[in-house]
T-cell receptor, first 115, second 110 residues
Framework: ETGVTQTPRHLVMGMTNKKSLKCEQH?????MYWYKQSAKKPLELMFV???????ENNSVPSRFSPECPNSSHLFLHLHTLQPEDSALYLC??????????????FGNGTRLTVT | GENVEQHPSTLSVQEGDSAVIKCTYS??????FPWYKQELGKRPQLIID?????GEKKDQRIAVTLNKTAKHFSLHITETQPEDSAVYFC?????????FGTGTSLTVIP
């Protein structure tokens, strides 16, 4: 049990499809993240939400659309993706508290393949 | 923004030997440095972290050192075991944004 659950684990979609990735955390954290992990590249930050407000958006293409309805749930809506978007998408959470740093807790990721 | 570089990209050691992975960062405001281990097909997991007010931290066979002046930090694994084989990532952060290195693939040869 990781505390951060991502579904689905694997997703294959065509370039014209619309799909959504889901993340749920059971750790009582108030900050949630989407990262993209591609081979030979560092983990790329896509979006950060703190207290359900988006605080960072790292110039991610508009074909990726995040949604954070509450502090326990995070979605990544996908539409008209490109083959180069194929990657492992990792969700993470952490307690965002003033005056201290705390680590990210990752989910197991969704392996996305765009055909 | 912050730039984190990590070396080496691959590392092979004999079981029982030590392994050292090094990272440098560019933003002197970074104040928290976690290390993650990712086994094949699994999520990254925190193995040790260090804050900028500390120079060294140890947890059993794993230790991390931080040199704020030189802006580099290192992971040391002693008495390596086959189950230490994985990809290791360093990271640096000043707050919400975590910047990761490109990873080191460690293989421990039995």
């Amino acid at each position: 049990e990781t505390g951060v659950t991502q579904t689905p684990r694997h997703l294959v979609m065509g370039m014209t499809n619309k799909k959504s990735l889901k993340c749920e955390q059971h750790l009582g954290h108030n900050a949630m993240y989407w990262y993209k992990q591609s081979a030979k590249k560092p983990l790329e930050l896509m979006f950060v939400y703190s207290l359900e407000e988006r605080v960072e958006n790292n110039s991610v293409p508009s074909r990726f659309s995040p949604e954070c309805p509450n502090s326990s749930h995070l979605f990544l809506h996908l539409h008209t993706l490109q083959p180069e978007d194929s990657a492992l998408y990792l969700c993470a959470s952490r307690p965002d508290r003033a005056g201290g740093n705390s680590p990210l807790h990752f989910g197991n990721g969704t392996r996305l393949t765009v055909t | 923004g912050e730039n984190v570089e990590q070396h080496p990209s691959t590392l092979s050691v004999q079981e029982g030997d030590s392994a050292v992975i090094k990272c440098t960062y560019s933003d002197s405001a970074s104040n928290y440095f976690p290390w993650y281990k990712q086994e094949l097909g699994k999520r990254p997991q925190l193995i040790i972290d260090i804050r900028s007010n500390v120079g060294e931290k140890k947890d059993q066979r794993i230790a991390v050192t931080l040199n704020k002046t030189a802006k580099h930090f290192s992971l040391h694994i002693t008495e390596t075991q086959p189950e230490d084989s994985a990809v290791y990532f360093c990271a640096a952060t000043t707050g919400n944004q975590f910047y990761f290195g490109t990873g080191t693939s460690l293989t421990v040869i039995p």
